[in-house]
């Protein structure tokens, strides 16, 4: 890895605990772009967010002070992405893949997702100051990423 792509991840990474929804988009979508094939998600349906999933997963966790779960049970099932920073900023992950390319549609499952299985619990039991929940919905080489 170069200097310059830590310093994009480091730049994408931030783009969460600001609620900068923008860049967080803009840059998946170009990472996307850069470095998947549309083969890469050549497999069952209910697997294709699994793909999705693992390398988000590998983006955030170079954030080496945050702590960051992956499918961890919180509230009444398991969130995809949980993490706390160290200025106790906590943040909710949930990913859809959208097989009828209704992004939109699949960010607001998402979300409901996350308030439906209370996933936010688990951090505001760990003292968080502020939670900020992500839905982020991807198909193929596209994607979209809402807050609540």
Sequence with gaps: MTQADSERINRFCAAFP?????????????YLWDSISVRDTAVRSTMKENFYHGMLLGLLRSQGSWLVKSS????????????QTPDRIGIVIELKYADDGNLEAACKKALEQIEE????????????????????????????VVTA
Aim: net charge negative; glycine share 10%; charged share 35%.
């Design 117 to 144: 299985k209370k996933y936010a619990e688990g951090l505001k039991r760990r003292n968080t100051k502020k939670i900020i929940k992500y839905g982020i919905a991807f198909c193929e080489k596209e994607c979209m």
């Design 18 to 30: 600001a609620e900068d929804v923008g860049t967080i988009q803009e840059m998946l979508h170009d």
């Design 72 to 83: 961890a049970e919180t509230g009444e099932g398991y969130s995809d992405i949980s993490i």
